[in-house]
C-alpha cells in the first residue's frame, strides 16, 4: 500500500485544543434569570482540566456514562468536552420527557451519575428510587431554592480537582455523547455519537454552505443542549473560536432577544416557536438585531410565512432539517447562485424547503418498493440517509433493524419530495407523532388516554398548523351514544391533565359521528388532517 497522510484521530481532543489555544481571550456568556455570567475559553479550558481530574478522582472510568439534566450553560459547555475527552461518555438527558420515560433511559443507559441544574433537582430526587445505577447526584446552582440534600456541589466537585489532567489518546470511534430520541408510545431509543462524528459535523456546521460557522461569529445556541447537542453547535463553534451565547434557564422571547442585541449575536439558532414567539417584538421595533447576520431554523418546518416575515425585517432565516439520529445537522437551505436571478416568491419557496444534504451527508428517497423516486418536486417518498455522523445503529436496542435498509441507510421516517436541484422538501411523516414548539407529542398516547374516558367511544389524535408552536394535538372524539351531546371539551382535558404535562393536552377537540378509517380499519390520519385541519383555525 502506498503511504499517504497521518493516522490522526478525529476526537473533541482536537475541538478543544484548537479553542482554547488559539482563542484563549474569545467569550462564553450566560444568560437566563440570574445575574450574565461571563468568562473567556482560556477559563473554560482551565476548567474543563480541573473536572476531568475531579471526574476520574471520583472514580469514573472510561465508557461509563455520566448524564446531564439541564439547561444551555457555561457549566453544560465544560462537561460537553471534560466527560468525553477522558474517555467516558456524556449522557444528555431531556429535562422535558415523562418521569417513567427518564427512569427508563437513565437505566437502560446505566448512568452513574447524574449532573443536574439545582432548579430542575425535585424532579430527579423524586425519580432517584427508580434509578439502579445512579451513584450521586451532582448539582449545578442556579441559584433556585432546593434543598440539596445528600448531593455533591459542582463547584464543590470541581474544586477538588488537579489543575492539569492527561487527556488519554482516543480511539475516534469512541463513544463520546448519547441522547435518546422520544415521542412514540414504544421506549425512547438511544443513540451514541463517537468522537468522530462529533469532529466531522463540526466541520460540517462550519461550511459556508451550511450554518458557516466561523470565528467572527457571536453564536447563540437557543436549541436545548439536552436534545440533538443544540444542533452540534457548542462543538464546532469552540472549533472555529467564535464567541458563545447561551441563554441559561430563560428561552422566553425577550431574553433571548435582550442577549442578541446586548452581545452583538451573528448566529442564532432555533425551533421555528422561538422566532414565532419574537416576532411581534421584532415588528414592534424593539430590539436592535444589526449584528445578525443569519437565524438557523429547524426542528420542524419553519413555516413560510415566518421566514417572510423575518425577510421584511431585514433577517435571514436558514432552513434547517436533522434528527438526533444525525448528530443532527441534515440539510440546510443555502441561497443556490441559480437561484439568484429567480423571482423572488421562488426564492422564498426553496428557502422554506428544508434545503440540501451538508457535505458529508448523503440523501436518497425510496418508493414503497424501495426504489428510488424521481428528483421531480412532485414524487414523495421516504427519505433515506448515510454519512459519518449519522448513527449505525440504535444503542443497544433490538428494534435497530427496522430503521436501515438493508444496505445500511438510515430511514429518516421523513415523508419528502426532492426537487431537480437537490432541495428536500419534507411533506409529510411517516409517523404521525405531532411536533410542538420543537418537542414531540404522541398521538397514540393521548388517543389511548382519551378512550379510556367513560364517555369516550373513539378518539384520534392529530397535528394541526399553530403559528406559534408549528403544530398543536387536536382531538377528535365520538362520544358512547348515551353521552352524545352531554360530554364536554372541558371534562377530558381535567381528565387527562391527570397523565399529561400541560403543553400535551389537545388545543382543539372535535366530536364527531365517525372517524375515518382506512380498509384495513386504522384511523385513516391523513383523511383527518385534509378534512379538519382547517377547522380549527
Ligand atoms: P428530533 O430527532 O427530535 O430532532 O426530530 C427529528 C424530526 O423532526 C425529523 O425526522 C423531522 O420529522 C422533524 N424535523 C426536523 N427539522 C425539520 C424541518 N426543518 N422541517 C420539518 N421537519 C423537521
Sequence with gaps: MLGTTMDFPLTLQHVFERGTQLFPNREIVTGGLGPRHRYTYREMGQRVHRLASAFQRLGLQPGERVATFGWNHYRHLEMYF???????????????????????????????????????????Q???????????????????????????????????????FDFPRLDENTAAMMCYTSGTTDNPKGVAYSHRALTLHSFGASLADSLGVSQRDT??????????NAWGLPYASTLVGAKQVFPGNSMAAERVLELMQDEGVTLGAGVPTIWIGALPLLQAGKYDLSTVTRIACGGSAAPRGLIDAYDKLGLNIVHAWGMTEMSPLGSVSVPLVELDAADPAVRLDFKACQGMAVPGVEARVLDGDGQQVAWDGQTMGELIVRGPWVTATYYNDDRSAASF?????????????????????????TKDVIKSGGEWISSVALENALMAHPKVQEAAVIGVPD?????????????????????????????????????????HYLFLVELPKTSVGKFDKKAMRAQYAQVSI
Design 82 to 124: 471534560a466527560i468525553p475527552m477522558q474517555g467516558a461518555v456524556l449522557h444528555t438527558l431531556n429535562i422535558r420527557l415523562f418521569h417513567d420515560q427518564l427512569t427508563y433511559i437513565v437505566n437502560h443507559a446505566a448512568d452513574r451519575f447524574i449532573v443536574v441544574d439545582r432548579s430542575l433537582l425535585p424532579v430527579l
Design 126 to 164: 423524586k425519580l432517584a428510587p427508580t434509578f439502579d445505577t445512579v451513584e450521586k447526584l451532582i448539582v449545578v446552582d442556579d441559584g433556585a431554592d432546593c434543598e440539596v440534600g445528600d448531593a455533591l456541589d459542582y463547584e464543590e466537585l470541581l474544586a477538588s480537582g488537579a489543575e492539569h
Design 219 to 228: 453564536v447563540l445556541a437557543v436549541v436545548p443542549m439536552f436534545h440533538a
Design 405 to 429: 435498509t438493508s444496505d445500511g441507510w438510515f430511514r429518516t421516517g421523513d415523508i419528502v419530495v426532492m426537487h431537480p436541484n437537490g432541495f428536500i422538501e419534507i411533506a409529510d411523516r
Design 467 to 507: 403559528e406559534r408552536w408549528s403544530e398543536r394535538p387536536m382531538a377528535c372524539v365520538v362520544p358512547r351514544p348515551e353521552f352524545k351531546g352531554t360530554v364536554t371539551e372541558e371534562e377530558l382535558s381535567t381528565f387527562l391533565a391527570q397523565q399529561f404535562a400541560k403543553w400535551w393536552l389537545p388545543e
